[in-house]
């Protein structure tokens, strides 16, 4: 194990570990997998792990950040029959190294993804470049952590041309489903000519699936290890109803395929200190202090000013993993009763308007907010008294974990993550943090949200009590990152 670099003071092994992904917060972010990638690897113990990230430079990050990246070099590498333009540039942030992958031609979209045919072809360039770097900034990794099916391709290569040299050989490798909706398919004679890679790799026990290429496929026949975000999750994509027809592939690695929960950052998500909220508060003082929060937002958004209206709460990506055909089957039946919803988020158009729709139809008492806006979303988890995630799938989830820090009940539906972190209200044992419902059925929902405007209404001490549950659940990443931490050793003393 020679190439561990001793740390001078304590003679500790440092490990190196190499983050590959397609978004990090704070530089670019359009769904959990940034907050992941953008938290975990300041979790990590600094006198034993070294860990790095790299994400592509896109033109559409946050300004400020862009505006700070320093210049490494640049170089000429080939993929398939072309030779492309790599860039590099770094900043370190809050302790973590990060390199940004350059190419105009590539990176400089409205969005980081588009089109699906361009989208393979970018990432394709993107996990090569993302190998091709590494002796050029001197970072040789231990194990490399590839997150989603944009980086699919990188265990791949490292199993195709980069083995010929020395200082690729034995480089571990983790894929980390996020979202195994999404995996990046396309035909086979394009995904060749894309990516350059020899015919014998697509091939059904390889990255063929149902007669075309898979991305993500190749990560997760490649890598040493699987992980996905909850332990519900890793179990439901062995069946066939949550697989997304890779079901097979995870029951032939399940050896090799763990669910580690994610956390959330508690520094950036504190109802203590947190700059965005109107009244900040917290365990001790939330029956109090809470409601003011909820009325400024009221005030804000326009809505009836009531601080005893039980105010609902949805922060997501507006689209179909997330459960919105069954709010819109039973928005007007919830819409008499006395409740405020509070939406915030973009997405599929018919969901955005049909949240606008509703908006318009309930003035006054539900307000649709089809944009991002960081602030608001936090003024929604502290000001909402429960928070509706109704998920069809929902590998971890992140806005449930938010809500249980702020004091707000989650109401969830039983599946992936939800699962794992959302323990529904048992009144007879006086335990739960939340409200939870196991069909994907509209009445089933209605009836539990019914339930808990009940307790809500009727019996104000058990919510506060479940109030109190909530908040004291620890979901910052320190034991997640554990288990990480346990992984890498375990692949790199293999
Ligand atoms: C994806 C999943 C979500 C998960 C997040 C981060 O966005 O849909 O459930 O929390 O990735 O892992």
């Given at each position: 194990m020679e190439r561990y670099i001793l740390s001078d003071k304590e003679g500790v092994l440092v490990k190196k570990i190499l983050f590959v992904a397609s978004e990090a917060v704070p530089f670019i972010k359009t769904g959990g997998l940034a907050d992941v990638v953008g938290a975990l690897p300041k979790c990590f113990d600094k006198k034993e792990y070294d860990v790095r990230v790299i994400i592509p430079k896109y033109l559409c990050m946050k300004e400020e950040y862009k505006n700070q990246l320093q210049y490494v070099t640049h170089f000429y590498m080939d993929i398939g029959y072309r030779r492309e333009y790599v860039g590099i540039m770094q900043m370190e942030y809050e302790g973590i190294q990060f390199y940004f992958i350059d190419n105009e031609y590539y990176f400089s979209g409205y969005q980081p993804y588009g089109e699906i045919r361009f989208d393979i072809e970018k990432f394709a360039f993107f996990s090569k470049a993302a190998l091709s770097v590494l002796p050029v900034i001197g970072f040789r990794p231990d194990l490399i952590h590839c997150h989603d099916w944009q980086t699919g391709l990188v265990p791949v290569y490292l199993n195709d041309?980069?083995?010929?040299g020395e200082f690729y050989r034995g480089i571990k490798t983790v894929m980390t489903i996020h979202n195994l909706k999404f995996q990046g398919t396309w035909d086979i004679k394009t995904v060749r000519q894309i990516t350059g890679l020899p015919a014998h790799f697509f091939t059904p026990d390889k990255m063929e699936a149902f007669k075309d290429a898979n991305l993500l496929k190749g990560g997760l026949v490649y890598a040493d290890a699987i992980t996905t975000v909850s332990n519900t999750y890793a179990e439901e994509i062995k069946t066939e109803f949550y697989g997304e027809h890779l079901e097979g592939l995870m029951q032939a690695r399940s050896n090799d395929l763990r669910g580690i929960v994610n956390g959330i950052d508690y520094d950036e998500y504190n109802p203590q200190t947190d700059k965005f909220i109107v009244k900040n508060y917290n365990a001790k003082n939330f029956r109090k202090e809470k409601v003011k929060n909820k009325l400024a937002l009221q005030r804000e958004l326009g809505l009836e000013e009531n601080p005893k209206a039980m105010m609902i709460g949805v922060v997501s990506r507006l689209t179909d993993q997330k459960g919105f055909d069954l709010v819109n089957y039973v928005m007007d039946e919830l819409c008499q009763d006395s409740i405020q919803l509070v939406v915030l988020g973009t997405g599929e158009e018919r969901y955005e308007n049909m949240f606008r729709h509703f908006a318009w139809k309930y003035q006054g008492k539900v307000s649709a907010n089809i944009f991002y806006d960081n602030g608001l979303s936090h003024r929604i988890y502290a000001a909402s008294d429960a928070f509706l995630m109704p998920s069809l799938f929902e590998p971890c989830g992140l806005s449930q974990l938010m809500s249980l820090r702020y004091g707000t009940l989650p109401i969830v539906r039983e599946t992936g993550g939800l699962k794992d972190t959302v323990e529904p209200y048992n009144e007879f044992e006086n335990t739960g943090t939340g409200f939870s419902f196991t069909n994907y059925n509209a009445h089933e929902m209605l009836g539990i949200i019914r339930y808990a405007e009940h307790i809500y209404y009727d019996k104000k001490r058990e919510w506060n009590k479940l109030v109190d549950r909530a908040m004291a659940r620890d979901f910052s990443w320190a034991n997640s990152a554990k288990q990480y931490e346990e992984m890498y050793d375990w692949l790199i003393g293999k």
């Open positions: 041309s980069f083995q010929q």
